[in-house]
Every structure is written in C-alpha cells, then in structure tokens.
C-alpha cells in the first residue's frame, strides 16, 4: 500500500529522507527549495504555494516531488500563456494549477525523487489525483529528464520538447583542448573575445564554499537588482534568500566575481551538481566588452573542465551561446489537463511543435563553431 500526502512546506519533510531520494541535483535539495520557503521568495503572496508531494511505503517515505499550486505562469520558462489565453476563451479556468519545478531554475534534472520506476509512476498518479481532488485545471512536470518524460506519456501525460543550450565536456584536458574542437576563425575569434575581456583592468575571482563572504552577497544583490531592472522585470528572489544558501548552500555555489580596484563590479553565480555546473544570475554595475560572456560562460567552462563536470547548463534562451561552443538540446516536460477536450486539442498541438522543435534543433547544430566532418 501507498500512501499519498502533500505538505504545505518542505520543513515537515526530513531533510536526509528527501535528499535521500534524489540525484544530488542542487536545485532539488531540501535546503535549497527551504531557503526559497524561509527567505519569503516562495509563499503567500507569490504565486508560488508549496504543497510538495511524497509517497509511503508501510510508514517510509519512497518517493517525492517537489509540487507547488500555481496562480500565473510567471518564473517557469517553460512557456504555457497562450494555453492560459485559449483555456480562458472557451470558458475555462486555467489557474489555479499544479507544477512540478523548481521555482524560478530553467535547470534540467529529476523531478519524481525515488529509486525506482513504480514509484515514480505512483508520484505521476499522484499529481493527477491531486489536481482532481482540488479541482485545479491540471499538472505540469517542467525541466525532468528524458526517462521521467517517457513514463509521464505512459501515465497520461502529455510531453514537451523544448530547446536550450548546453556545453558539453567530450573529454577536454584543457580549454585550450575544446578550442582545437573548433574552426580556425572561431577559435580566433573566442582568443580575441576573452583577451579583450580579461583585459578590462581589474582581476577575475572564483569564490566558493568559505572564500564566500557577507559583502560578496551584498555586492551580488546589487547586480541582481541592476539586471532585474534592465529586463523590466520584478526579481523573483529576495534578499534573505541569498543569506540563507550562504548558509546552507556556500559549498554547492561558485560566484564568479570580477573586481576593479579591489570593488565588484560584475558577477555570475553558478550552482554546482555532480555532474554539471548551472549558470543561473549575472549583473554588473559597470560596461566592459565581452564581460558577461567571460564570467558567465567561459569561466564556467573552465571550471567544469578543470573539476571533470560533463556539461554546463547556462540558462534559458540565448542564441549567443551557440558562438562560444554552447549547443542545443532538447529540454523535456510533462502536461495534463483535467478537460478532455483541451487535453486533446493540447495534444495535436504539441504534436506539431515537437515536429518543428526537432527540425529547429536540427538546424541549430549547423551554427555551432566546431569543425565540420568531412
């Protein structure tokens, strides 16, 4: 028998139990989704209500998934407005509904926390029960991996393919290795872009674990602000958040800080996974040429290089990237609706956007600046 419950905060759930379940992804973690609970940035107010999910098995806890009830579609990147717009049109409710995320982290990884496949099943189950039982328009399971995708279509679900893009680590001993991956004229011209970049007149830090410091996240807050501002936007997080992974988190983080005359001037904080490194925020307070693209995407090529990591996820969006050896992949997620009728005109649709989606990453790849074979 398995019992199904959700809770209202991730603190009613031990923090050794939930870790236990997962893949070391740090988005996933306890205290990563409890700092998001305690630092306000997720909660009354936000649209973002936490009602995580879990499964037991003769009173132990074998499966988990990180669930929250949603009244907008804000800080999911994985789009899903105009469903809202014609859901609306032919009378419906869209929101509330149920997610399946990590708020506010276009970062792949394991959604359905268990060791096994009945389990995940059971928690996929367990969505669509919840969402019947609260009379929400239906669930959604964005950035999971392409297994958990496959058993969502067997469950009901409906699956997605979006795109991102990624670097990956095909064995590189040294940046300089991944260059001689690349065209003559691209290799010179990422020589000259991070030459020009480092030569901006102060120095580059990495900072992580106790080399982090109080003042680095006030300088970091900073940026965060600035480019919250620049994308006329309201930044999702708050400023206790950054105080509390300080806390809990220091030793999964890397903050790239750039520094002139010993004051930050710009900065890229990154997460660390065992296997990858997650760009996520980046801000300056001062213009330099080729600066963002430095700390934000070759610093963490040299750092997942140096540390053996087999890609880095920068983030959504950003045809930018592909030039600095950045390639697309499909990014996977699940949808069901409660309405029969909405849930198969959503299926012809993202029959016709799976098409085309393959089509563009397929095209895409002939814009990466690596050599051609042949």
């Not at 609970?37 to 037991?56: A, C, K, N, R, Y």
Request: hydrophobic share 40%.
């Amino acid at each position: 028998m398995l019992t199904l419950t959700t809770h209202p905060s991730i603190a009613e759930i031990d923090a050794p139990t939930w870790d236990a379940l997962g893949d070391g992804n740090p988005f996933t973690a306890h205290r990563f989704l409890l700092a998001l609970e305690q630092s306000g940035s997720v909660g009354t107010g936000t649209g973002w209500q936490p009602l995580h999910l879990t499964i037991e098995r003769q009173g132990e806890v074998v499966g988990a998934a990180p669930l929250y009830a949603k009244s907008h579609s804000q800080g999911e990147y994985i789009f899903d407005h105009a469903w809202a717009q014609a859901y609306s049109r032919a009378g419906g409710r869209y929101y509330p509904k149920l997610q399946c995320a990590v708020p506010f982290t276009p970062a792949t990884g394991q959604r359905l926390l268990a060791r096994d496949d009945g389990v995940r099943a059971a928690l996929l189950s367990g969505l669509m029960q919840v969402a019947d039982r609260l009379e929400v328009s239906g669930a959604h399971v964005t950035f999971c991996t392409e297994a958990e995708a496959s058993l969502g279509e067997e469950a009901g679900f409906l699956s997605r393919v979006t795109q991102q893009y990624h670097w990956l680590n095909r064995g590189y001993g040294s940046y300089e290795d991944f260059l001689a991956a690349l065209s003559s004229r691209k290799r010179k011209d990422l020589r000259k872009e991070r030459a020009r970049a480092q030569a901006f007149g102060g120095t580059i830090r990495h900072l992580t674990g106790n080399d982090l410091k109080p003042h680095h996240w006030d300088a970091f807050w900073d940026f965060y602000q600035d480019t919250g501002a620049r994308k006329w936007g309201q930044p999702y997080l708050t400023r206790r958040f950054f105080d509390r992974i300080h806390d809990t988190m220091r030793d999964d983080i890397l903050l790239v800080m750039a520094e002139e005359d010993g004051r930050p001037i710009a900065g890229a904080l990154n997460f660390l996974g065992p296997d990858a490194i997650y760009g996520r925020y980046w801000g300056c307070l001062a213009d330099h040429a080729f600066l963002h693209f430095e700390l934000c995407y070759h610093q963490a090529i040299d750092h997942a290089i140096a540390h053996g990591l087999s890609r880095v996820e920068a983030g959504a969006q950003g045809e930018h990237k592909l030039a600095r050896g950045y390639e697309p992949v499909p990014i996977h997620s699940l949808h069901w609706v409660r309405d029969p009728g909405f849930l198969r005109a959503l299926e012809n649709y993202l029959d016709q956007e799976r098409d085309a989606m393959g089509a563009e990453i397929e095209a895409l790849a002939d814009f990466t600046p690596f050599r051609k074979p042949g």
